[in-house]
C-alpha cells in the first residue's frame, strides 16, 4: 500500500512476556533495519531443528516456550499488524474522499483522535508559503474555547511553536527529545549536526511536543496551566504538518482529559497517518487556492455593483462552478435613461473561459453605447469579433434595450390612460438573443416566457442574424434573465427544468413581487435547495431580475 511501512513496530497488545533475547525470539517482529519478518513456516522449522538438536540439560534455566507457544505469539503480531494497516487503509480512504480543505481538516482531526485516543483537538492551517488560506479549526471545542486556547503565550503553545519552527521548550543537550515517526527518543543534540552544536539550537525545529502533565510540569507556563485547567485538559499531543511543495502547512494537537500521553505504536500510526493527510492536505490547498483565483479573478471581471436607473430596482445572483465557468451578465446605463441589460455564457472552464468572458463583455459594453438601442446589431457586432478573434469558441448572449420612460428626456411620449392620466413609468424593452434562454417575466397578472425566435449560438455561424422581438412590463412586473447553470442544477431534464422555474417564479408571494432581492432569494430556494454555491456543481449560475415600478 503506497504510503505506509511494511514492517510496523510490534503492537504493545501482543508482546509475549516469556520471550528472551529480541535478537532470538522470532516473537519480536520484524528486525529493526526494515527488513521483512520471517515467514511463520521458517520460524517453525528453525523452532523445530533447535528442538532436535539440543538436549534438554543444555540450556538450564532457560524458558520452557514450546512451539505451538511461538506460533501462536507470533500469529498474534501478524493479527496486530494486520490490524493497524487496516485501521489506517479505512482512515486514508475516508480522508480522500473529501474533497474540500475544511472537510479534510475536520477528518484528520477525528482519525487523529481515534489513533491517539483522545477526545479533543484542533488542527491549526498557516502555510509556511504565506499564500493562505490561514483558518483554526476545533473538535469538541467551540470558538470561544479556541479563542481562549489562543490567549495562552505563543511560545508557549506547542502547536504555535510547530507553525513557528522554534525547537521544543528547554531543549538542551542533555535533554531528550521526541523523534518524527519512529517511536523512539534522541539526544536533543543528536540531530547530524557537528559534536559541538548542542543546545537550543542545535535541537532544531519541532517535530513533536508531547505534554503528558500540565498541571503537574511546573516548567510549563502558568498561562498554559490556568487554560488547561479552565477547559478540562491535563494533556496534549501536537504535530506538524508537512508536504511538499508547499512546505508546512499547519500544525494539530490533540487534547487529554486526564494526563496521558501517546504509546510508541500510536506514534508510529500517527505519524504514517498525517504524512498521508499532509499531501492530501496540500493538495487540496492547491486546488483551493486555483479556484480562488478564478473566483476573485470573475468577480473582478463582473460588475461591482449595479447601477441606478429612475424606475427600475435590480437583483442579482450568481454563482461559478469549482474550476470557473464563462457565465456572465451586466447592467449598464445608457444615454439618455436608458438601460442595457445582458447575459451570456462562454463555452469552457477555467482561467481562460473566464478571461474569454471578460474580453465579450466588454466589447458588448462598447457595442451597447454606440448602437444599444439596436440589440440585434449588437449582437451581429459580437457575433464578428468572436469569429475573427476566437474562432475556436463559441457563446450565447442575450440583449435587452430598455426604453427611458415615457416623458424623460430622450424618451417616447407618455402613452394616454383612461381620464387623461399618463403611465410615467411604461416602458418598452427591445430585445434579441443568440442561443440563449428566453427571459421570464413576472406579475400579479402573468408569469411567462418572453418568446424569442430561435438562434444559434454566437460562433456557430457564418454570419449571425435574428429578429429582436419587443415587449411593455407594466407597472410591478419583473423581467428574469438566468443562465442555463440556473437550469441544469437541477439535475431534471431540460422541459422539467423549464416548467419548474415557471412554477417558481408563479410561487412567489404576492407581497414579495415588489421586492426583486426577494424575488430571485425566492426562485434560488426552490430551484436549488441545496443553496447556490454547491460545491458538488460544475455549472456557473446567473439570475438577473429587473423590476420596474408602478
Known amino acids: 500500500m503506497a504510503g505506509i511501512e511494511p514492517a510496523l513496530p510490534a503492537p504493545t497488545h501482543t508482546v509475549d512476556p516469556r520471550a528472551g533475547k529480541a535478537s532470538a525470539d522470532p516473537t519480536a517482529g ?63 480512504e475516508q480522508l480522500a474522499r473529501t474533497r474540500t480543505v475544511e472537510d479534510a481538516l475536520h477528518e484528520l482531526l477525528r482519525a487523529g483522535a481515534s489513533l491517539v485516543g483522545a477526545r479533543r483537538g484542533l488542527v491549526a492551517l498557516a502555510p509556511a508559503d504565506g499564500f493562505g488560506p490561514e483558518t483554526t479549526i476545533g473538535l469538541g471545542l467551540g470558538h470561544a474555547e479556541i479563542g481562549t486556547i489562543e490567549t495562552i503565550p505563543r511560545r508557549a503553545l506547542s502547536y504555535a511553536r510547530i507553525l513557528d519552527g522554534l525547537p521544543e521548550p528547554g531543549a538542551t543537550g542533555d535533554e531528550t527529545r521526541m523523534g518524527p515517526l519512529d517511536g523512539t527518543r534522541h539526544a536533543a543534540g543528536d540531530t547530524g549536526r557537528p559534536p559541538g552544536a548542542r543546545g537550543a539550537a542545535a535541537a532544531g525545529p519541532c517535530t513533536e511536543i508531547s505534554e503528558p502533565d500540565i498541571p503537574g510540569e511546573k516548567d510549563l507556563d502558568p498561562r498554559l496551566r490556568e487554560v488547561a485547567a479552565r477547559l478540562g485538559y491535563a494533556a496534549s499531543y501536537a504535530v506538524p504538518l508537512t508536504a511538499d511543495p508547499i512546505g508546512r502547512t499547519g500544525a494539530a494537537v490533540w487534547l487529554y482529559d486526564e494526563p496521558a500521553a501517546p504509546t510508541e505504536r500510536q506514534r508510529h500510526l500517527i505519524g504514517l497517518y498525517r504524512a498521508h493527510a499532509a499531501e492530501h492536505l496540500a493538495r487540496l490547498l492547491e486546488l483551493h487556492r486555483t479556484r480562488q483565483a478564478v473566483r476573485i479573478l470573475r468577480e473582478e471581471l463582473l460588475p461591482h455593483r449595479l447601477p441606478r436607473v429612475p424606475g427600475v430596482r435590480l437583483a442579482v445572483r450568481h454563482s461559478s462552478g469549482p474550476r470557473g465557468g464563462g457565465d456572465w451578465y451586466d447592467a449598464l446605463p445608457l444615454p439618455d435613461g436608458a438601460l442595457g441589460l445582458a447575459i451570456g455564457s462562454v463555452t469552457g472552464s477555467g482561467p481562460s473561459a473566464v478571461a474569454a468572458m471578460g474580453r465579450l463583455r466588454a466589447s458588448l459594453r462598447a457595442y451597447a453605447v454606440m448602437e444599444g438601442e439596436d440589440p440585434v446589431a449588437v449582437l451581429s457586432d459580437l457575433e464578428l469579433l468572436l469569429r475573427l478573434t476566437e474562432p475556436a469558441r463559441s457563446a450565447t448572449a442575450l440583449f435587452a434595450f430598455t426604453e427611458p420612460p415615457p416623458g424623460a428626456p430622450g424618451g417616447p411620449p407618455a402613452p394616454p390612460m383612461p381620464g387623461g392620466i399618463t403611465d410615467p413609468f411604461a416602458r418598452k424593452i427591445v430585445l434579441a438573443g443568440a442561443g440563449h434562454c ?13 418568446e424569442t425566435s430561435l438562434s444559434a449560438p454566437l460562433g456557430m455561424l457564418a454570419c449571425w442574424e435574428a429578429p429582436s422581438v419587443e415587449i411593455e412590463p407594466a407597472g410591478g412586473e419583473t423581467l428574469l434573465l438566468y443562465s442555463d447553470g440556473l437550469l441544469h442544477r437541477t439535475g431534471e431534464p431540460m422541459d422539467r427544468a423549464f416548467a419548474r422555474l415557471h412554477a417558481a417564479a408563479a410561487g412567489v408571494p404576492r407581497a414579495a413581487r415588489h421586492d426583486p432581492e426577494a424575488v430571485v432569494d425566492h426562485i434560488v430556494r426552490a430551484m436549488l435547495p441545496q443553496g447556490l454555491d454547491d460545491p458538488l456543481s460544475e455549472e456557473d449560475v446567473v439570475l438577473l431580475a429587473a423590476y420596474f415600478e408602478e
Open 30 to 92: 520484524p528486525p529493526s533495519d526494515g527488513s521483512p519478518p520471517t515467514p511463520p513456516g521458517a520460524l517453525q522449522d528453525s523452532a523445530l531443528d533447535s528442538a532436535s538438536d539440543a538436549a534438554p540439560g543444555d540450556a538450564p534455566g532457560a524458558p520452557d516456550i514450546s512451539v505451538a507457544d511461538q506460533l501462536a505469539a507470533v500469529q498474534d503480531r501478524l493479527a496486530g499488524w494486520i490490524s493497524d494497516l487496516s485501521t489506517l487503509h479505512d482512515l486514508t
Open 438 to 450: 428566453p427571459p421570464l417575466i413576472l406579475g400579479d397578472l402573468r408569469t411567462e416566457y418572453v
